[in-house]
């Protein structure tokens, strides 16, 4: 939980231990994130890598047992260094136990996503056939991974069951999707294609029909907000109490302006979960942040980073 803090005086600086770019989540979905990720979901700018990650494995979290998101670099590292480099990576995971696996790539500062349905299918000849399916909001055919994924699939095989296999053929199909009108937001609608796989997966099976009405612009815009509003739910903070109005408002202390921060002294009890906090003074308007009752998951849509 959000770490415990009483206002001692309206006049003292905080000494903060923060960093200057602090942690808002640690290690969920096997994922840390901090303000410079968070900041990467303002509008206009390039999402990151950590974002991505991380909310792929939060789309499948409750679907593990037929989906399996590989990380942001395992395809371009396994290009530039080959199977030995990443043979470990996921030594843990079934992973030819999973229908499908998502793949994000980033190539030339555009994010793009492969998913191969059915991949054990092609090594055991069973039905229904293997596919590859790319995911690409400018059309830019700038990649083709068929043979580079097809060969991976092979080493991986021969790791886990130590059998070599022939030569496999995955068809490789380039969707017809909703594309991007401007130069910085592959990265969502490609967050947004997973999204919508995920939730119906054998609907996008079919490589010849046409997908470009499954989502709208406005959308688009929207997630990013959503998004923010995702994380900051899962985000860790204070309850501050606001003595006019007599209620508990949560508030993520990592994401406090510095400015705001300078009102407060702050020091940890010594006992005690449920965290409190009088307020002196605190200078944003508390309409802003939205109540939490007895718990410490929080939100508050409308903070800049």
């Not at 600086?13 to 901090?34: A, G, Q």
């Not at 555009?110 to 059309?139: C, E, G, R, Y």
């Not at 490789?172 to 990265?187: A, V």
């Not at 406090?256 to 965290?275: A, H, M, P, S, V």
Request: with cysteine; proline share 4%.
């Amino acid at each position: 939980m959000g770490e415990v803090i009483d206002i001692l005086s309206d006049s003292e600086d905080l000494i903060s231990e923060e960093s200057l770019d602090p942690i808002i989540i640690k290690n969920k979905f096997s994922v840390t994130l901090k303000e410079s990720d968070y900041s990467k979901l303002n509008k206009g700018v390039y999402i990151n890598d950590n974002i991505v990650d991380f909310i792929l494995n939060a789309y499948i979290s409750t679907k593990s047992k037929n989906f399996h998101a590989f990380n942001c670099f395992f395809y371009l590292t396994y290009e530039e260094h080959g199977f030995d480099k990443i043979q470990k990576w996921y030594k843990s995971v079934d992973i030819f136990s999973k229908k499908y696996w998502l793949i994000p790539i980033a190539i030339m500062d555009h994010w793009l996503l492969v998913i191969i349905a059915n991949p054990k299918n092609a090594l055991t000849k069973k039905n229904p056939p293997s596919q590859m399916l790319l995911f690409d909001s400018m059309n830019s055919k700038v990649l083709n991974p068929q043979k580079l994924l097809e060969k991976y699939i092979k080493s991986e095989w021969k790791q886990r069951t130590g059998q070599d296999v022939d030569d496999i053929d995955i068809p490789l199909y380039f969707l017809k999707l909703p594309q991007q009108e401007n130069l910085y937001d592959c990265g969502i609608y490609m967050l947004e294609y997973a999204n919508e796989f995920i939730k119906r997966p054998r609907y996008f099976c079919n490589p010849n029909k046409d997908y470009t009405l499954i989502f709208e612009q406005l959308m688009i815009e929207d997630n990013r907000d959503k998004i923010k509003n995702f994380i900051l739910q899962i985000a860790e903070g204070v309850n501050i109490y606001n003595v006019k109005q007599k209620v508990y408002l949560m508030i993520p202390r990592k994401l406090l302006d510095q400015e705001d921060l300078g009102f407060f002294k702050c020091k940890k009890r010594r006992r005690g979960c449920n965290r409190q906090v009088k307020l002196k003074k605190y200078k944003k308007d508390p309409e802003n942040a939205i109540r939490m009752e007895n718990s410490h998951m929080l939100t508050k849509p409308n903070i800049k980073i």
